[in-house]
């Protein structure tokens, strides 16, 4: 067993060390506590990034989303479409509100949300009554689903569209920035991201007014008062001042992250793609994927392995390798919620799933080691 283990996604801090610059000055001005200059900036620099007017830093994504649905009115008995082809955080706020989620097919060219099969299960949802309250669109492994067709399926059901961003930021779409793709989005900072603070996430959209009801809901809805006073429903969302000077830090080079986690995927694609049934999730024309993670499928027909062999040799060599997102039509969790494929017959995320991994893409993923990968994979599957 090799003792270094390779991770699939690591956190990379700034050769610069601007992270530890931000943490030493609000231990130096004492702001450590859950509100500070550092999430005031954090906020401003992340929203200028991205093309937005308004941001609020969060605890985490799935705080963010659960923020964003509130804010789009789902409640009890309400019914929202959500990719199925993704991580549970996308639709675990979904039932934090007691609503339904329904499931929504890939597109086979981009592996996001299916323009065709959303436009089907909204207009079978209003057609029985029940027209569902919202969309929750992810950005799928840092590459943007295609927003004009999506936009325009949601503004004929008047179901509001949210923009789950945590896998996409620095990602585009035609031109624009994922994140302000949607009225709401949503980021998240974990440690596995393209940045990380460490674990937070962020809100953005262009409604001031909407954005500061979801920093008061994540303050405890605490109403203007001295003393204690609470009308609403809150709850304690707040992205910590430390927290956001490690956010600050990642920030500045969130642009060469982008470029490194690219460049290994390009050298994947160069060594692997053809090799043994190889291929990798397609680039929509679009737009740019940032390639936060490397997405490889093994073809069924030409290929003589599947993904679990060439896993079990990357994990025997101590690299960390992961099937792609089990889609949450196929979660034990969501067993009987209703889920749309792309064409009959034809369940494009379902498929996926059983063909594909994805491989180490750390912008700091050192060459050396990614030559080792791609040898692996070539021994097994080449
Ligand atoms: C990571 C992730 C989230 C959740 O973010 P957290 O900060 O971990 O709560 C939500 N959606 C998607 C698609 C993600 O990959």
Redesign the pocket.
Known sequence: MNSKRIYLSSPHMSDEGYELEYIRQAFADNWVAPLGPNVDRFERELAEYVGVGHAAALS??????HLALRLAGVGPGDTVCCSSF??I??ANPILYLGATPVFIDSDPGTWNMSPAALRRALASLAGRGKPARAVVV???YGQSADYDQLRAACADFGAKIIE?A??ALGAEYKGKKCGSLAELA?F???G??IITSS???MLVGEDGEMIERARFWATQARDRAIHYQHSQLGYNYRMSNVVAGIGRGQLRVLDQRVAGRREVFERYRQKLEGAGGISFMPEAGYGRSTRWLTAMVLDREQGRVSYRDVYDRLAEQNIESRPLWKPLHLQPLFAGCEYYSAEDGLDVCGDLFFRGLCLPSGSNLDPADQDRIIDIILSVAG
Request: zero cysteines.
């Open positions: 985490s994504g799935t705080a963010a989303l993704t991580f955080a996308s992810v950005d799928l789950d945590a896998e949503v998240s900072f974990n596995n991201k674990g937070g996430g």
